[in-house]
């Protein structure tokens, strides 16, 4: 049994559909990377999966036993206050929250836990340090240890490289491709064509109807999927202007 | 001045459960003002004790005991403005703006219309906004009620501590993974109320922003984690609201304001500590 189906998945706000009849299934293990542009509905279906947002119609299958909140999840971008305080340790703890159940205090293996995957993504030094004082590629280990924390099958990544220079960005794709061979699902937002086909098992391109689903070397060989690649590498983004609408970005929460 | 003050203490019970009770309301002030500096709600505090002071008028109006209608008309106003969805028609300050200054006009009219058995309308508007003229100006039902109200929040927060940090800190993230953040918000809202009312008794409407903001300030400049803002925040507030009432029985000063001071002179204290110790450790990464 898959792992997630969606049928006749139809996303939007308001009644207003944004992306419309999605098919697609993820198999326990796969690595299924969502390509699309600007505003084309990727966050809101990552949303629609962890049951943030309602689908408008259509359905999402949870399967092989995986509960909703069993899912770790990169946000896009997690608006903190700039003088929050919070270590290093106390966000990653704060992963492990969905594993307590009705206790109200985490529990040895809970710290266990916690230590390990900061040990795993290599921020144990920073156990300590003040989350809002450290750089973007830093943060963004920290919250990739915390989605480790709330699930150790199923990872929602929305766009997990965006500011990260070239090399903290190859390192994170391996580290990501490590997790997924250890045996973890991964679902991740990218504008990185080649990297994602290059990494994933599965590409998904959505616009306001999905263009493509099926495996990253198929994708390649198709036209659509040429044609994002080759506008990827020339560095030109946008290649139809399918429901562009780049400005709404900087206003969204 | 060591024998006033066992003199005070020995001869007036409700000195001493005064004292205990303000330390318990300005703990959970304390608590709860750091959930909400963080997230942007430090007017709150002032917006709804405004409208527990327009409760209260009606409730001395119609003689009775004011706790029992401020209590559920301040929790509810606190609930409408915490739960607000983002985009909603009035942005929360303006929200807050509105309602506070709608409450208080309503209540002076309240009050002047129809004066209490005391007929000093002054003196109740004056007591309700800056408490009570001296410590034995507050009275032991308030007390107790007081207490009780204040240590069902302590237990809230000592049994909520990991999902309150966990909303404030990413509230999408926490919905994501399984914790009912609206749950959490409308508790933070319901907590919010009581505390208002309870703190309102005890040092008048107008102060209690000092309460709710001040320890938290003061911890976040100095400590980095959010445990250990929480605990210092706590160890602030209680331990200015002794000072202060200490101060108060001494010189014969109102008690809210003594104690707001004191919590003013601790936020400079520890801006100047945070001051020093970052410029310290800012000095030692670099060599
Ligand atoms: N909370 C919201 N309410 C209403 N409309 C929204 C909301 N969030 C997003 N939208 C709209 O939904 C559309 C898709 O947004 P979404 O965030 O899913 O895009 P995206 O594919 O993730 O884009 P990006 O590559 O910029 O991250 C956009 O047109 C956006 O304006
Ligand atoms: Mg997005």
Redesign the pocket.
Known sequence: MSLIKCEKLTLG??GRA?VENLNFVVNAGNYLCIV??????????MKALLGLCKPISGSITFGDGLKKNGIGYLP?QTVVQRDFPASVYEVVLSGCLNSCGFSPFFAQKHRAMARKNMELLGITKLAGRCYRELSGGQQQRVLLARALCASSRLLLLD?PVTGLDPKITHDMYSLISKLNKSGITVIM?S?DISAAAGNASHILHISHTPLFFGTSSDYLQSDIGKKFAAADVNGVAGVNGV?A??A??GT?K | MIDKLIYYYSNYPTIRYSTVVLALVSLCAALLGVTLVLKRFSMIGDGLSHVAFGATSIATAASFTPMYIALPFTTVAAVLLLRRRVGAKIQGDSAIAMLSAGSLAFGYIVLNLFPSSSSNVSGDACSSLFGSASILGIKRSDVIICAILAISVLAVFIFFYNRIFAVTFDESFASATGTNAGFYNTLIAVITGIVIVTAMNMVGALLISALITFPALSAMRVFRTFKGVMICSACISVACSLIGTIVCLLASTPVGPTIAIANILAFGIFSLTGWITRGRTAKNTNQ
Do not use: A, M, P
């Not at chain 1, 699309?36 to 279906?45: D, F, M």
């Open positions: 706000y308001d944004i699309g542009e600007n505003g084309s509905g990727k966050s809101t279906l896009q766009e937002i504008h429901g609408e780049t709404n970005r969204r």
